[in-house]
């Protein structure tokens, strides 16, 4: 594995994410054998779909002292567009925990960013209402929550709509859910209600080509899960429950968000389902469906009305 990939292996393999299955099998058809230094072949695969939105990367950045939120504030600066005293904040691309920007940057959001934005649209008298444009396949799960949390306290302050303009799934939806109202294009959707977590085992790989790999361990658990040798049935087994403990998170969360619509229970009843705009609104996953530039233009004559 090529050094410069490093980083980015830490963050996929062997940690749970809230993505898509499917947004998983792009990156790894894309990305996983340069990591792996060799071909990945995807059992069973449902149909990688390759997503991004944004350009123009940042670097990550720390979050704890609410920098971004500090340096818009002492700048007198929104970061977020304003039309007619409604806030538009983008939650667009795969969904990571830090990084120092606001909006979306090389095909990411960072939760980091949003709860900057958040935070300020609570504060800001301008704001009368908040409107989320989303199109996210999910991302990670540290920061997930923390940010579904924010969105939910403003939705209680002030009106807030999530208005997906494709789709929003697993950690998108999870954070589209907290808005008072969802609308989604007829051809949109929305679901994937579940955590995802990858392993690659190259042991045998490694045989076939007649490398043998040594590891050196101080403590027997210091190198569990590493990708040289088989995953053991105790970790798969405490990883499968770390996974159903966030699913069962990610439901409530929903269910909260969406009282009244869905319960927690219907929620983990999908089964991490993807939904079409139809089914989405049957289940309770949205309220309406209806263009999003029409569902707009509505919010903020109703946001100004009131």
Known sequence: MSLRYAHIAQRIFNTPLMYDPRKAEAFLHG????IAGDTIVIANPEGAVDHVAGSNGRPLAGKIGNRIERAYTRANMLPFDMIDNVAIIPIEGSLVHKGGWVGAASGETSYQGLQAQIAIARRSNLVRGVAYEVDSYGGEVNGGFETAAAMAQLSKEKPTIAILTDYA??????????????????????????????????????????????????????????????????????????????RQDFAETVAKGRRGRITKAKALGTEAGVYDAAEAVSLGLADAVGDPIEAFDAFVKEVNRS
């Open 169 to 246: 799934y697993s950690a998108g939806y999870l954070l589209a859910s907290q808005a008072r109202q969802i609308v989604m294009p007829r051809y949109g959707g929305a679901g994937s209600i579940g955590v995802i977590m990858i392993h690659a085992d190259y042991s045998q790989a490694l045989d076939e080509a007649g490398i043998r790999l040594t590891i050196i361990r101080a403590g027997k658990k210091k190198a569990d899960g590493n990708p040289y040798e088989p995953l053991n049935a105790a970790l798969a087994e405490q990883w499968q429950e770390q996974a159903e403990s966030m």
């Open 31 to 34: 990305l996983g054998g340069r």
